[in-house]
């Protein structure tokens, strides 16, 4: 099993500029996806971006040009830097990593880290 930690969320200031973290407790060595996702009060989980085995790195449109995610090259950690917040950002973001192998998979999550944007 993998344990992912989240860090780095806060109370910030519309326009201000915060940096997730996310640690994972052992390397993980078939990924099939990073990412994060939030969820605010009321509404279902969605994806905030994502980097596939494929190569390929997916944005939500709602972030696009202002959030960039990145991780490190042994697959232990995925950072999501956030910059011009608005309030409507404001959720709970959980870390996500996808271990795929033949005939299986492992969705992993982290216990969520509040990020609230004031007006």
């Known amino acids: 099993q993998v344990q992912l930690v989240e860090s780095g969320g806060g109370l910030v200031q519309a326009g201000e500029s915060l940096t997730l973290s996310c640690a994972a407790s052992?390397?993980?060595?078939?990924?099939?996806?990073m990412g994060w996702f939030r969820q605010a009060p009321g509404k279902q989980r969605e994806l905030v971006a994502q980097?596939?085995?494929?190569?390929?790195?997916n944005y939500a449109d709602f972030v696009r040009g202002r959030f960039t995610i990145s991780s490190n090259n042994a697959n232990t950690a995925v950072y999501l830097e956030m910059n011009s917040l608005k309030p409507e950002d404001t959720a709970v973001y959980y870390c996500n990593i996808i271990e795929s192998w033949p005939g299986g998979r492992n969705d992993y999550w982290g216990q969520g880290t509040q990020v609230t944007v004031s007006s």
């Open positions: 980097f596939t085995r494929g190569g390929s790195t």
């Open positions: 052992r390397r993980i060595f078939s990924v099939m996806a």
